[in-house]
Nanobody, 118 residues
């Protein structure tokens, strides 16, 4: 499975961006998808996930501001980011896993950079 994330960019605080991640999987609907982010020098952190069932999870730091969704026809998972803050600045990665109960994701995209200025 190959994942390609795009949609990053530079935005002022309070602005919005939508990230997209296109997957090559033929059975995309069966995959559980996630978004993570990483700042240089820090560990990668969980942002949001959407299971194959449609169940969604969010990190507390983004809940109420970010929305994860998926389009199984387009093999795409989205991350709508509103009310962006400078602390949201990071490289964002999408990931996929078969088993919803697994801790680790099986496949990772290349990342797309988001910069939020104050």
């Amino acid at each position: 499975v190959q994942l390609q994330a795009f949609g990053g960019g530079s935005v002022q605080a309070g602005g919005s961006l939508r990230l997209s991640c296109v997957a090559s999987a033929r059975t995309f609907s069966s995959y559980n998808m996630g978004w993570f982010r990483q700042v240089p020098g820090k560990e990668r952190e969980f942002v949001a996930a959407i299971q194959s069932s449609g169940l969604r999870y969010y990190a507390s730091s983004v809940k109420g501001r970010f929305t994860i969704s998926r389009d199984n026809v387009k093999n795409t998972v989205y991350l709508q980011m509103n009310s962006l803050k400078p602390e949201d600045t990071a490289v964002y990665y999408c990931a996929a896993k078969r088993n919803s109960y697994a801790n680790d994701y099986d496949y990772w995209g290349q990342g797309t950079e988001v910069t939020v200025s104050s």
